[in-house]
């Protein structure tokens, strides 16, 4: 339970995080981007489309100084074509003129405002929104001011809007055009549904690639943990073999000592620490490559003597009885020692003595 509970905090919570975290990101990071990136671009192409309304009135203060009209004949016609532009999807948006008193000058919608001091003129806000205008361009020559007013043509619906306006310096006028700001909203509510349905559908994606990846995972954990438990079952169980061993026993995993049992470390003087440091021939006559030789023909044990090197680098005659084990995947070797008595060794020299009695009568 520990485990899976440690798998689950350390895969399937920070893989759910960042899918909430990636949707998050293009709530509070992109659409902003988006919101930002749109809004500019209207207030570019009003700014532009004030200049290209600037352009065509300097167009008859030109023809003015050039005497091809008169001051009075150069402004009214001026004003007629301005008051003719319209441009946007229904070309309904339009263009409207003041001075810098502020009067209106010229407006396509309002013509009852035509003529009129705009000083004290106050949108359903209380803004003065042509006071501000005139105000924006003594300043820095153009600007944007934002105010309430009516739909297009519908004097019955009042919404937000934003204008551009521009000083044409020569007559003393202010030119502006606007956008409202409910049209962009209703483009910025596109954006955001689009971005919705793509985020959502991209953290589909991610969520079942990640799903894949945990179920993977997952399994991984499953396989290592059952490994795990059956190393721990197969140590357990090798330990305690070679602890209830009546003779000296060793146990090697990848040729280094893994166990060792109180009686192998009475026979050769070493401590437990001392012995797990040893190598094969650190502490026996011989050596892997004589043990792995007697294993080639599927031998699973196999036994010889040999001297072992105790503590003090003293030796005793051994007998070695060695088998293979399979241990965590791979093989290991159970070394048994058994010390050779005095009295075998007194009757080993006899034996050898007496055949070489027997040889050279011969």
């Known amino acids: 339970m520990k485990n899976n509970r440690s798998f689950y905090l350390g895969v399937a919570l920070p893989s759910a995080l960042a899918i909430v ?7 509070i990071f992109f659409i902003p981007f988006f919101e930002k990136a749109i809004m500019d671009d209207k207030k570019e192409m009003i700014a532009e489309l004030t200049n290209t309304a600037w352009s065509l009135i300097n167009e008859y203060e030109t023809e003015y100084k050039n005497k091809s009209l008169s001051l009075a004949e150069a402004k009214q016609s ?3 074509r301005v008051a ?23 407006h396509p919608y309002r013509p009852e405002l035509i003529g009129s001091e705009l000083k004290d003129y106050y949108d359903s806000n209380g803004h003065k929104l042509f006071v501000e205008a005139a105000n924006v361009v003594k300043k820095q020559e153009e600007g944007f001011i934002d105010y309430m007013w009516q739909w297009n043509d519908d004097s019955t619906k009042v919404v937000p809007k934003l204008s551009c306006v521009k000083s044409f310096q020569p007559w003393g006028w202010i030119v502006g055009t606007g956008i409202y700001l409910e049209d962009v909203e209703e483009e910025l509510n596109e954006l ?153 060794l007194v009757e080993r020299e006899h034996d050898k003595f007496s055949g070489e009695v027997k040889h050279r009568s011969c």
């Open 78 to 80: 001026a004003k007629d």
């Open 84 to 106: 003719q532009i319209r441009y946007g999807s229904d070309q309904k948006d339009y263009f409207w003129i003041i001075d810098e008193e502020p009067i209106m000058i010229m």
């Open 21 to 27: 975290l990636f949707i998050a990101s293009i709530h």
């Open 192 to 344: 955001r549904d689009s971005l919705l349905i793509i985020s959502l559908f991209i953290a589909f994606i991610i969520a079942m690639i990640l799903f894949y990846v945990v179920r993977q995972s997952l399994s991984i954990e499953m396989k290592r943990q059952k490994l795990t438990e059956e190393l721990h079952e197969s140590r357990q169980k090798y330990k305690t073999l070679v602890e209830a061993s009546n003779e000296g026993t060793l146990m090697f995993l990848n040729e280094s000592i893994i166990f060792s049992n109180a009686k192998f470390r009475a026979i050769c003087g070493f401590d437990e620490k001392e012995v797990s440091r040893k190598k094969l021939d650190e502490l026996f006559t011989t050596n892997w490559d004589n043990i792995h030789a007697n294993f080639l023909n599927n031998t699973k044990s196999f036994s010889f003597e040999s001297s072992l090197i105790c503590s003090g680098n003293s030796f005793k005659e051994v007998v070695l009885s060695i088998s293979k084990v399979e241990y965590a995947k791979t093989y290991g070797y159970i070394i048994t020692s058994k010390e050779v008595s005095k009295k075998e």
